[in-house]
């Protein structure tokens, strides 16, 4: 019996055999070729493969694990086709006589240093993402099947050193009991991928990559942060009756569904649900949302080649209004710049995006983009109970000027005769410690505040969550944080503002007592964490 540790990214127990995965790398030789043409044959038919390929994975994925998660694919196919990295394909072929396999590898290499080389965490995925496209169009040249799917009989514990996005939304659902990985972190795209579809994560193992453990029976208690290969009887015994206690948890819980979260000396936390479209509807109702506490609307930007319209956003927002018949929808203006790139609005490039042109910067200064956006929204008012959300506010005057545009619209849509909701609320994301600290004066300008706890953990203590080399150093519960979200709700309690937390903080179950005791009043999370966090209020 040999146990390894490592960090629990999604908490679960489940037992069964470990299927190693490992994609090695295919070598392929310098060849000097003379058929170009049949060369570039090769290539494009590689390309409109893939690019089929990564249409079904988009599909597959929104699906398995939420519009935003999926668009991973969407940014693929979209390097796939870049000019440059085309360009630098083609010319391998025609001027240098490479095979077609043989010139992705080496565009593969060259752009591969290019961003791996830069500072920026942003750049530094890409390099990840052009290792990934290379080595699917060099599969497709060479006719090589992504094989890891086939021939399991079973579901099992995949165990990797690292997995790209792709790779992991790539695998059956159906066939995952848990993903364990050697590298990683708990803000890794893997471990927000398991969290999402709601599979035990292990990353960031204390011991290195061994491919002998593969079909090795195993216990991964992620509760514990431990991997157990070859348990013995006894122990076996011990986490079979665990399993089937969870089991029937999951059974208990299912009857929270339309009960209210109150807790045991009477505050009453609603619990609502994050989505990023109309797909994540349907596991929200299931699961009893009170209402959508975030509706994530920048994902109708990305993954596209030019903007939605006006009318393709109205009709988003009103079907998610109609479907939550009167509950709640608060609707955040895009959040796009930092790690969400549109390359059709051609947004600067910058050496520190966290901190530069994005959100409400990009709205304010582009009004008439924010105004389709805010037009939609309003209009969609008239069919259920939305509400404006406006993301990184740093400053009073940012909303004074959101808010004058809003009444502009109303004017517009008055002369028009076209209907909308007056009254409709209008507040803001905590999400920096500038908008912590003057709370109080924000308060006087919105009806409510949600605390994205994401962002203020990684302002606060400056650490990029992203970059795993500095997670130790990514406190969640650190003071600081904890100080800066009592400050927020004490000033909207104050000025009879709304209060809520919108981040992956709100599912923590440490922090129960917290929100308890500082009278939150609802708070928003993941579809597949409701009934939990329902029965972890009821209980404290």
């Known amino acids: 019996m040999k146990t390894i540790k490592g960090t629990i990214a999604n908490k679960g127990l489940v037992l069964g055999k470990i299927k190693v995965f490992y994609d090695e790398k295919i070598n392929i030789s310098k060849e000097k070729i003379n058929d170009t043409a049949s060369e570039i044959n090769k290539l494009d038919a590689a390309v409109k493969k893939s690019i089929d390929e990564l249409d079904k994975l988009f599909e597959k994925a929104k699906v398995d694990a939420g519009e935003e998660e999926a668009q991973i694919f969407e940014v693929h196919k979209m390097m796939i086709d870049d000019i440059e990295y085309q360009d630098e394909i083609r010319r391998n072929i025609n001027e240098e006589k490479d095979s077609a396999a043989y010139a992705v590898s080496l565009a593969e290499?060259?752009?591969?240093?290019?961003?791996?080389?830069?500072?920026?965490?942003?750049?530094?995925?890409?390099?990840?993402?052009?290792?990934?496209i290379s080595q699917r169009l060099?599969?497709?040249?060479?006719?090589?099947?992504?094989?890891?799917?086939?021939?399991?009989?079973?579901?099992?514990?995949?165990?990797?050193?690292?997995?790209?996005?792709s790779q992991t939304l790539n695998i059956d659902k159906d066939k995952l009991l848990a993903i364990v990985t050697v590298k990683g972190s708990t803000q890794s795209h893997t471990a927000i991928l398991a969290k999402s579809m709601n599979i035990a994560s292990l990353v960031n193992l204390d011991s290195a990559f061994d491919k002998s453990i593969d079909g090795k029976t195993a216990i991964l208690d992620a509760y514990e942060?431990?991997?157990?290969?070859?348990?013995d009887e006894k122990l076996l015994k011990d986490v079979k009756e665990r399993i089937e206690k969870e089991e029937k948890r999951k059974l208990e819980l299912e009857k929270l569904k339309t009960a209210k979260a109150i807790s045991k000396d009477g505050t009453y936390i609603s619990v609502y649900a994050n989505i990023g479209n109309s797909k994540d509807l349907p596991l929200a109702l299931k699961n009893g949302a009170e209402g959508i506490g975030l509706f994530r609307t920048e994902f109708l930007y990305l993954g596209r080649d030019s903007l939605p319209t006006e009318e393709e956003q109205f009709k988003e927002y009103k079907y998610v209004a109609e479907a939550m018949e009167g509950k709640e929808v608060i609707v955040r203006t895009f959040d796009i710049g930092a790690d969400k790139k549109v390359d059709y609005l051609n947004l600067p490039e910058e050496e520190n995006p966290a901190l530069g042109y994005r959100a409400i910067r990009i709205c304010l200064d582009d009004t008439d983009l924010f105004k389709s956006q805010l037009r939609a929204i309003i209009r969609a008012s008239h069919y259920g109970n939305i509400k404006i959300m406006l993301?990184?506010?740093?400053?009073?005057?940012?909303?004074?000027?959101?808010?004058?545009?809003?009444?502009?619209?109303?004017?517009?849509?008055?002369?028009?005769?076209?209907?909308?909701?007056?009254?409709i609320e209008v507040g803001i994301m905590i999400e920096t410690p500038a908008a912590a600290i003057i709370s109080d004066d924000l308060a006087k300008e919105v009806s409510f505040f949600s605390i994205g706890t994401n962002d203020l953990t990684q302002y606060t203590l400056a650490v990029d969550r992203q970059n795993e080399k500095i997670a130790r150093h990514r406190d969640i519960h650190h003071k600081a944080i904890l100080k800066l979200m009592e400050m927020t709700a004490a000033n909207a309690k104050k000025n009879g503002v709304k209060i809520s937390v919108c981040g992956e903080l709100g599912s923590d179950p440490d922090l129960t007592e917290f929100y308890i005791k500082n009278k939150f009043d609802k708070l928003s999370v993941n579809p597949g964490q409701i009934l939990e966090l329902k029965d972890r209020i009821i209980n404290s």
């Open 109 to 132: 290499e060259k752009f591969y240093e290019i961003f791996n080389s830069m500072d920026d965490e942003y750049f530094s995925q890409r390099a990840k993402d052009i290792k990934d």
């Open 391 to 423: 993301p990184m506010i740093n400053d009073v005057w940012e909303v004074k000027k959101a808010k004058e545009l809003i009444k502009e619209i109303f004017n517009e849509l008055k002369e028009k005769n076209i209907p909308f909701n007056e009254d």
């Open 138 to 165: 060099i599969k497709n040249i060479l006719g090589i099947k992504n094989s890891f799917n086939e021939g399991l009989e079973e579901k099992v514990i995949l165990y990797a050193e690292d997995l790209l996005p």
């Open 225 to 231: 942060g431990a991997l157990i290969i070859d348990p």
